[in-house]
């Protein structure tokens, strides 16, 4: 009990002593396998610099069209809200909320949420509702399906092309770094903000 510092196993509850890692290492449970700790993670710097980029794409992906189609003369384009409107006006619109929560209110939160933990953890001190924050980022990670809504596209361009024009808009490559830079930063690498800021969290 007075080894605050012990690792538990998420997977099979294994208790083990941290040990100091170098980049590229990897520590593994004896028992069941699983990641316990990975070495050379990112600086919270780095992590804030890699959020506020993740806003800025986010508007991006936003903002331009994700792909245009056209045919004959006749074209057409659409951006990731305007195909969440178009799913709501169809008999499927249920669909519609589940594609805005996943593809654009989930990851925005996200980031929001990142900004905002990391700027005050950057200058050592817990943003206010610092708990609450940690914990909505786990829950909202599982909600948050760029790479899902990257693949449809994907799979839609590939589709489409056979029969109509079809060319991939500045939407869907700021959608493309989007998902990556989500992946990077909102992963368990965030955890450590407890234990970094471990004495002044309220
Ligand atoms: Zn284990």
């Known amino acids: 009990m007075n080894k605050p510092d012990w690792i538990i196993c998420e997977h099979c509850d294994s208790v083990y002593q941290p040990t100091p890692l170098v980049r590229g290492q990897k520590a593994f449970c004896l028992r069941c396998g699983a ?17 506020i980029c993740a806003a800025i794409v986010f508007c991006f992906a936003n903002a331009f069209p994700v792909m245009s189609i056209s045919l004959q003369g006749l074209g057409n384009e659409a951006t990731l809200w305007q195909s969440v409107e178009a799913l709501a006006q169809g008999r499927i619109s249920v669909i519609a909320a589940v594609a805005g929560l996943t593809i654009i209110l989930a990851p925005m939160l996200q980031i929001i949420l990142l900004c905002w933990v990391l700027s005050f953890a950057v200058a050592g001190v ?3 509702g610092f708990k609450a924050c940690m914990r909505a980022l786990e829950h909202l990670r599982p909600w948050s399906m760029l790479e899902v809504c990257l693949l449809g596209i994907l799979v839609a361009i590939i589709k489409l092309g056979g029969m109509l024009d079809v060319h991939p ?8 770094m989007l998902t990556v830079l989500i992946i990077i930063i909102s ?5 450590r903000l407890w234990h970094d800021l471990e004495g002044v969290i309220p």
Do not use: E, F, N, Y
């Open 187 to 191: 992963g368990k690498g965030i955890r």
């Open 169 to 176: 808009g500045l939407g869907l490559w700021a959608l493309a």
């Open 126 to 128: 817990a943003a206010p």
């Open 35 to 51: 990641v316990l700790d990975r070495g050379g993670q990112l600086s919270t710097q780095q992590l804030l610099a890699l959020s």
